[in-house]
């Protein structure tokens, strides 16, 4: 039996938590494969014992689709047990599983012990800003896509339950989520557009209802739009989030993982002082989410007659200060452009149309994926900030 094989076959079922496969959720550890014997680690926590009947039969079911005569053999365990088991075989040098030679292993590459209800998204970062209007949604929907044209797999969840603007912004107004059943719950599925996949409460209410939503209510959405819904695998994950320090920004980082959040400001002083507040948010003792970068959006405006002279137009300088303040990076500066005002309205984003204002999104996209990686070499994953603290 060949390890790869038995891999793929475990990817057609599914996680009764993530929706997404076995493998994608990395739940599967240490396959090990002896002749017809075949035995994996299968982590589940927070199973019920039905459902771990269940998820049993269903991955020898899919294993001897594959090879008939296998005998499967799966071992449920706690991901604390297995990370205890790890240390345990490392100290001893043992790799855990007897030492026969005709043994080969799969090791997942991280046993995450973050309980992140996402470990099928790979980044997960919050776009944030002091002020509404500042055009973070523009940045956020923008990004992702430039993000997408470079190759990655996108999720762009809108965390803006007052005034959520992401559908109109991808076109979507009116359409309705589907559902999927996974092990018999009702999950939502994310709506594809421009081959990104999205969430808003959008979705659910017209934009003048969602305003009435007030604290416990706004933390039951988020925690419905990480949990019950089917997010795909994904490299990254931006969250559009309402201005400001609230209970949105609250329940997200009790809830993910966070890589890092990027600051949307425009240039002017003024609005810099709620800019720092809502970046000293991320930047808490027990929050500890790091900044990735400052955009500055609005920087400047040229027009036809003058194209090398800039206006500055809502002052100078402000995305350099918040980085400073922040020892971080001003990661772009984007100016003021009527056509991206306008494909905003229109529901087809200016990053998508050929031309020079495409390069301020991709630019600012391959300083995002730098700035990422850097931080995924230098850290570890942010901890999820402990609710009763
Ligand atoms: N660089 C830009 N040039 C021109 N218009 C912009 C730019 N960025 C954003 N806008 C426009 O400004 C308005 C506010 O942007 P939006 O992204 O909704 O802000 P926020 O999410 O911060 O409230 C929208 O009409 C948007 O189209
Ligand atoms: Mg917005």
Redesign the pocket.
């Known amino acids: 039996m060949n390890i790869e094989k038995i891999i793929e076959a475990l990817k057609n079922v599914t996680d009764p938590l993530t929706g997404v496969d076995l493998i994608a959720s990395k739940k599967v550890y240490n396959i090990n494969v002896d002749g017809d014997h075949v035995v994996f680690d299968l982590i589940v926590n927070d199973l019920e014992p039905m459902m771990k009947g269940e998820l049993n039969l269903r991955t020898v079911e899919e294993i001897q689709k594959v090879y008939p005569n296998a005998n499967v053999n799966v071992n449920m365990i706690t991901k604390e047990v297995l990370a205890a088991q790890k240390a345990k075989a490392e100290v001893s040098g043992d790799n855990g599983q007897g030492k026969k030679e005709e043994y080969k292993t799969f090791v997942q590459p991280l046993l995450d012990l973050s309980g992140n209800p996402l470990p099928q998204v790979k980044n997960i970062i919050a776009i944030a800003?002091g002020?509404?209007?500042?055009?973070?949604?523009?940045?956020?929907?923008n990004l992702a896509l430039a993000l997408k044209e470079l190759g990655y797999k996108v999720g762009l969840l809108d965390g803006?339950m007052y005034?959520p603007?992401i559908p109109t912004?991808l076109k979507l107004q009116g359409k309705r989520p589907g559902l999927k059943k996974v092990y018999g719950v009702d999950k939502l599925l994310p709506i594809e557009a421009y081959g990104i996949h999205t969430m808003s409460i959008g979705f659910f209410v017209n934009p003048e209802q969602a305003i009435v939503l007030r604290g416990p209510k706004l933390d039951g959405v988020m925690k419905q739009f990480v949990k019950d819904v089917v997010w795909p695998d994904l490299d990254y994950m931006l969250i559009?989030l309402p201005?400001g320090t609230g209970d949105v920004q609250l329940s997200l980082v009790q809830l993910l993982s966070v890589t890092g959040a990027i600051m949307?400001t425009t240039p002017q002083q003024v609005a810099l002082d709620d800019a720092v507040k809502a970046m000293h948010m991320f930047m808490l003792n027990n929050v500890e989410v790091p900044i990735l970068g400052v955009v500055e959006?609005?920087?400047w405006f040229s027009c036809e007659e003058l194209p090398d002279k800039k206006f500055y137009i809502f002052g100078h300088g402000g995305g350099k200060v918040l980085a400073q303040k922040g020892s971080t990076d001003l990661l772009g500066q984007?100016?003021?452009?009527?056509?991206?005002?306008?494909?905003?309205?229109s529901g087809l984003p200016a990053v998508l149309s050929e031309g020079p204002v495409r390069d301020y999104y991709l630019d600012l996209a391959a300083n995002v994926d730098k700035q990422t990686q850097i931080r995924n070499e230098i850290s570890q994953p942010t901890k999820i900030v402990d609710r009763t603290s």
């Open positions: 800003s002020k509404g209007g500042v055009g973070k949604s523009t940045v956020a929907v803006d005034g603007s912004m559009d201005p949307v959006n609005m920087s984007i100016p003021i452009i009527e056509s991206i005002r306008k494909a905003g309205d």
